[in-house]
């Protein structure tokens, strides 16, 4: 059984523990983040997205329990000090969001874990969106991007291999998240990240088509976006616009999306609804992408335009432990 340490235990560091809980052979045998024991139990326990945590949850000394298995917990600074050596560690899944950097990823790898999962994008790691460009995650320290780099990569992919693509821009209608303000307040990364979450529509820059170029590197300097964020806690769609090298129709770009949904590499990463859905549909949901076929638009037979679907918190989660479990196989999805 593979051994994972998590270190920050946040959103997405504790989706983490309970996918890999829920629908996995891995084992969870280390935590690692700054916050007291009592809150890292509570917050695991109780989540204003998903519910009550199912298993029981308790704490005792330094260990936090899920049900009868015990995982050590620590508040470590220096990561360099982490005890990954002394605990046999394979995978280190680093979802503070602050050591993001091949340097830093590295720092897991000298206290002794074998490789480096990042849950976020970084500028000199290699980046992996499971079932795009699954084997490139052979290498000990890597990227799994962002959630939404793994919601538009994997229609990219499809629709530029069955298609072709000259150009592309993206917007992202995301769930609000940490990064942005309860209630009016400077903000040193963009004055509207500092403006209230809760009732404002908030642009912003992404980095998430940038990250897609690093992922599907033929499409660099072809393909940018922006975002809006939203008073939603979770739930988003993406809406991706781009030019086909060829004339097309609704009809056959719905069908060669049906078609591709269906396939061993991606029947778990993407799906299509002919659903009117809305976002609270989406939560909890365990895909990359869901694509509303609804929504799907063709102009002047080259003009495109898809939208997906995507648990920013949960799906991104689940790709993240799909491709950590990929590492450990022997063969993949493509």
Known sequence: MKRIAINGFGRIGRSALKVIFDTTD?????????????????????????????????????????????????????????????????????????????????????????????????????????????????????????????????????????????????????????????????????????????????????????????????YDGKFDGIALRVPVPVGSISDITFIAEKATTVEEINQILTEECATARYEKVVAVTSDPLVSTDIIGSPFAATIDLEMTRVVDGDLVKIMAWYDNEWGFTHQMIRQIQSMFSDSHAH
């Open 26 to 218: 891995l084992e969870v045998v280390a935590i690692n983040d700054l916050m007291d024991i009592e809150n890292a139990a509570y917050l695991l326990k109780y989540d204003s997205n998903y519910g009550k945590y199912a298993k029981d949850i308790r704490h005792e000394g330094n260990r936090i329990f899920v049900g009868e298995k015990a995982i050590m917990y620590s508040s470590i600074r220096d990561i360099t000090g982490l005890p990954w050596k002394d605990l046999d560690i394979d995978v280190v899944i680093e979802s503070t969001g602050l050591f993001t950097s091949q340097g830093d990823a590295e720092k897991h790898i000298s206290a002794g874990a074998r490789s480096v999962v990042i849950s976020g994008p970084t500028k000199d790691t290699p980046t992996v969106v499971h079932g795009v460009n699954t084997e490139t995650g052979k290498v000990s320290i890597f990227s799994c991007a962002s959630c939404t780099t793994n919601s538009i990569s994997p229609i990219i992919e499809i629709l530029g291999r069955r298609l072709g693509i000259k150009k592309a821009i993206l917007n992202t209608i995301h769930g609000y998240t940490a990064s942005q303000a309860l209630v009016d307040a400077p903000s040193k990364r963009e004055p509207r990240m500092g403006r209230a979450a809760g009732f404002n529509i908030a642009p912003a820059a992404t980095g998430a088509a940038i990250a897609t170029t690093r992922v599907l590197p033929q």
